[in-house]
């Protein structure tokens, strides 16, 4: 038989999914290891998809997706962050945020060219970077720093081969935000070395600062080389409908619809009327469903440090980041144990990258009860340490 892939082949398997494999076949575990919404879609959101059912709405869209969507998220993305796009030739609906990323490097990459990859990360970003030709080249964030990039080490890693930064603000597994003034120096080095960003906002409506999520394409000289990916899992609890989208310059986005329209053709019909009706009127559902995470959070640091596991203040995501280091095990060893032990899963932080390791990925994307079991289960773990 021929060789298949090499580079397919080398792609390791999620270490957030080899936990929730085994979750799955243990009745009384509780997991605090996806990353979904406890919450149901909202009603009128779900209605709409319904009711564009009922009228037959089943067809193809276009391959960038309704135009009416586009409208309403250009309209909507404009008015919130002050990022201008036109929906004609800079929006395309994609099948989740997900296919965004992968469209967006496929659209950048030849064959060699260096994509920057701060870690720790969302699991998905090296292979795509990998199966698009790229070259992923990580830097390893510093807990001292709360897990921002700083102009240092993006400065350190730039080559004449560097062709693409991936920021993910607020980050999936650390919960960490940049501002304004962190995003700042880091646009200014983009512009000087000629680097476009990945800019994967799928977290934008879950940050829990005052001033809200920033996003660095509205910085000056930065919309003509930013791809923003977004979508409605995360803020609208619309993880099944799968339906992302990604917002940039004419020119990549019409490689990005290029590349779509061969391999998907268009996303879910359904999905996207239901999602016209969300970014209408869903404000007040991301409202009500970010302060409740806002509680959990709050309640889950204070108990987390109390027990002896530090972790910086997550400002965004629904995600806390532990520091297990005093209890002399790795990530997977720890993880491992407290799911034979005491039948609560976590991810161990190196499934993210190397840089974290000693770490844990603790999701409060669950029902407070949920929590307050999970962390007395905790407690007798480490006690027992």
């Not at 959101?45 to 250009?74: A, H, W």
């Not at 995360?234 to 019409?254: I, S």
Request: charged share 25%; with cysteine.
């Amino acid at each position: 038989m021929r060789e298949i892939s090499k580079v397919a082949d080398s792609i390791k398997p999620s270490g957030i999914r080899k936990f929730f494999d085994i979750v799955s076949e243990m009745p009384d575990a509780i997991s605090l290891g996806v990353g979904e919404p406890d919450f149901e879609t909202p009603w009128h959101v779900v209605d709409e998809g319904i009711y564009s059912l009922e009228r037959g709405k089943t067809f193809y869209t276009s391959n960038s997706g309704l135009m009416e969507l586009r409208s309403e998220l250009c309209r909507w993305y404009g008015q919130k962050y002050n990022v201008h796009y036109d929906p004609l030739k800079e929006c395309l609906i994609t099948v989740g945020g997900s296919e965004g990323i992968d469209l967006a490097l496929r659209a950048l990459i030849n064959p060699g060219d260096e994509v920057i990859i701060p870690e720790p990360c969302y699991v998905s970003y090296v292979p795509c970077a990998a199966l698009a030709g790229g070259v992923p080249v990580t830097i390893d964030l510093k807990n001292e720093n709360q897990f921002k990039l700083t102009k240092q080490e993006l400065e350190a890693a730039i080559t004449d081969k560097t062709k693409v930064l991936i920021l993910s603000y607020p980050n999936n597994p650390t919960g960490a935000v940049m501002t304004r003034e962190d995003l700042l120096p880091i646009a200014d080095l983009c512009k000087k070395h000629d680097i476009f960003v990945i800019s994967d906002e799928i977290y934008s409506e879950l940050t829990y600062a005052e001033k809200g999520h920033f996003s660095i394409g509205s910085l000056p000289g930065m919309k003509e080389r930013t791809i923003i990916v977004n979508g409605f899992s995360k803020a609208y609890a619309m993880t099944g409908w799968r339906l992302g989208y990604a917002l940039a310059p004419e020119r990549v986005a019409g490689l990005m619809t290029k590349i779509h329209q061969f391999c998907i053709m268009c996303a879910p019909t359904t999905s996207q009327y239901a999602a016209v009706e969300a970014v209408k009127n869903g404000d007040k559902d991301i409202a009500m469903m970010r302060k409740s995470y806002d509680e959990r959070r709050r309640f889950l640091y204070k108990r987390l440090m109390e027990l002896g596991m530090p972790a910086f203040e997550p400002m965004g995501a629904f995600y806390i980041f532990p520091n297990i280091k005093s209890f002399g095990m790795s990530s997977d060893e720890f993880a491992t144990r407290l799911l034979k032990e005491e039948q609560l899963a976590v991810v161990p932080g190196n499934a993210f990258g190397d840089s974290g390791e000693g770490f844990l990925r603790i999701s409060y994307a669950y029902s407070i009860d949920q929590l307050k079991e999970a962390l007395e289960r905790i407690e007798r773990f480490v006690s027992r340490l």
